[in-house]
């Protein structure tokens, strides 16, 4: 029987071999349709503007945008010239240095002593992490208050003291620190909430037997709490440290820029010198520049974390 | 026509990594075909195929003659079990049960005969109600059962349903699935990788191992003439002993110490100058009075199992186990008399692991391990 | 565990005094939203009585409760229109196979470098040149597309076991319908969990809102509260807290019902 059905046999698998391709094919195609809303928009909002972004940042334009003249690396050589430009990234790096660090160990503190089974533990976790709910405008009005040379509490608290007055947002010494002491409020509720969810995750049955081997509570935060939640203060950190380059709020509500450039952050800057001065082709590169800042960040969160996260 | 044929089928991945060699296979209707063997050794792939869930690499699945090896999963009328059950979570039993019926469509007064004829069968009519996880492993497992019942399909496959219940409710829903599958004359596929399971549910089994066909028959063809020791040892409870041996003064010697007279006409022929492999069932290692005993013993362990006993010896390197009915009082250390029967014994060969000669008797029935 | 007596005390006064010093520019703010400016200048701490002008007088020189409506609209918009999208991303990443599929993870992935604050100036001219300055879909669609999302959503669909997937193929039922009516309703939990996430985020957006509207008629409410407070800066700053205090409520209120479950939506998304 074998022998007669070899023609038949030969016929049915190139149908089998066609069918299985149509298959693939269409499976192909559905996937494709369930991804495309995205990626329409991606390209459109995400892909598109990067390529223009970069071609942009070739060109001199007219104030609508139009490109006009060509200029290669003229506008790059001519803002890293620029005194208000370095100053900007000097600005914008010196408010990464204060509010990373500041908001992760304030957060981190806050997580450990909300951790712990308490009752009533939960309306504090509530108030720890309230600030994620407030909006950046919203929070630089609450502190443009509390830094108003006259009435703010700040003030009034540091004249009880006995100590002058100090210009928080109009002295050039200490607007800077007053935006990130501000910015570091603003973004405990986030980073408190993640590390507390860290912290929750960490098997309690580690702290039960180092309990019987009779750690200590500070030997235990040392030896357990901290190495367990590594992974999880990597991607804070990495988290903290992408927002603080794009901080932007807080800048344009509370001191504009000023005092003498002080607080020029970089988002702040290209908003600046695109949409006040309409300088699309610099302002472009600038945005260049802080995009290369932001992927080199994330490339090396991903090369270190690749032994932590897994995207599988 | 048959209604499940595979003919060469084969699986792999990368064009590297073979799961399954030519698999050729025909299950007769009505039947209940176990696929038995251990963990990693295909079994699992193979119904997959047969579901339609996993491509198939080379070979030609037919059902009823027909080739369906490009058929979707929904086009080739059947249902499945998985182990985890794959109970929709949000869904209560009702739907659950009528969630294949709903998806094709079927009409509502159909679906309501079927629900109330399935669900009385199984004993879940209070439960219609209820999600998954208000229920217990073994209600989960019958709201399973009555999924692939309701559908209707002359082939039901089995991905080792009952590997998540415990041992008594194992035992129960054993019985419970045959009954149904006889009952509806379905033609069953059922996938485990537990012998018990293959040998008392089975018409006919077939024993799997690295992705290779290693025997297919009824249960008692396995246990009586496994046709190799891959199947000799997976297949009986406890597995069947096993020790090298070779002929020496017209005796056998087994592992360099236990000698058996040897009827030498029926085995000098094909024996001689071969090194070969012995195996011997728990039951045949015979409980017995001194002057029949054909060897005495030491007892290097006991197990009480209340209506047997397993006892085992220590025979040069490997230990053999005795498996005698009843309750017997001996204890480590003891000398036992024993009855080792040359009639009794498979002889495999060494190398290639294939049976030289089966046991000449299997006749008594009560040895066959359950 | 027991704890100790003076372990438990040392505790609560970390607790609370932390809570106090977070928490007090925001009872601050409240508290002044009811004082007259009387108390204000004079440096009150609570109220002498409790007055609702400061209210009365934003919502009537301010148009806030069209910013508001503006801003639900927007929020609303990003959430269904990220949930949607998201979800439709990860289901396909997770539950059909196709080639080229690990690529266009790869890329999605990618997509989280790009800083959107990089991109304001192309994407601003694409809303003008579509017309869309001043109008909902200009400040919304931008943010539909996710990457941070389907992520989050990837790694809540692979907890699906396949059977579930499996079962509906033997029974017959599509994709789409399978997606609709299994993976939607087991995975409602990160589904809220990503959909309050879309709406704070929504709704305390700031830059974009800044760039894409011009009129009042379109205007969120957090340039509104920009606006409220260039003009309104020199006193009455009764009136500015008032405004500021019904900006941050629908979120606080969001918040607090949804710690819990947001707290532990992110810290999956992150780390798994």
Known sequence: MNQLAIPHDHLETLELKNTLKKQKILRWLKGMLFLAPSIILFSIFLFYPLARSIYLSFFLTNNTGVPTVFVGFENYINIFTSPIFRNSLQSTFLFVLYTVPGAIIISLFLAIIANEKLKGIGFFRTMF???????????????????????????????????????????PKWALLSVSISTIWMNIGFTFLILLGGLQSIDRYLYESADIDGAGYFYQLRRITLPMLSPTLFFVITVALINAFQTFGQIDMLTRGGPQNQTNLLVYSIYREAFMNYQYGPASAQAIVLFIIILIITLIQFKLGERKVHYQ | MKPVELINISKSYDQEQHVLKEINLTIEKGEFFVLVGPSGSGKSTLLRMIAGLEAITDGKLKFNGKLVNHLPPKDRDLSMVFQNYALYPHLNVEQNILFGLRAKKIAEDEQKRRLMQTTEMLGLSDFLKRKPKELSGGQRQRVALARSIVSESPLCLMDEPLSNLDAKLRAQMRMEIKRIQKKLDLTMIYVTHDQVEAMTMGDRIMVLNDGVIQQVGEPIELNNAPTNLFVASFIGSPKMNIGSAYIENHQIVIEDTLRISADITTVTGWLKERKFTVGIRAEHIKQTTEEHATHQLEVVNVEQ???????????????????????WLVSVGDYVPVSISMENIHFYDTNTGDLLKAAEQEKEREGIAL | MTMSLRRKVILYCLLVVSALFLFAPTIIAFSMSFMTNQDIMTGKIIPTSISFENYFHVFQRFPLLKYMFNSFVVSIAIMLGQLALASLAAYAFVFIEFKGRDVLFFLFIATMMVPFEALIIPNFQTIRDLGWIDSYQGLSIPFFAMAFGTFLLRQNFKQIPKELKEASEIAGMGDLKFYLTVVLPVARTSLVTLGVYGFLTSWNMYLWPLLATTDNEYRTVQIGLRQLQSQEQLNEWGVIMAGAIIVVIPTLILLFVGQKKLQQGLAEGALK
């Open chain 1, 129 to 171: 992490s309230s600030t994620m709910g407030i909006s950046v405008a919203a929070a630089s009005v609450f502190w443009m208050f509390l830094f108003h040379p006259t009435m703010g509490w700040l003030n009034q608290i540091l004249s009880y003291v006995g100590v002058d007055a100090i210009g928080w947002l109009t002295d």
């Open chain 2, 305 to 327: 199992l209340g209506n047997e006993t397993l006892i085992t010896f220590e025979i040069g390197n490997v230990l053999w186990t005795a498996k005698w009915l009843g309750q």
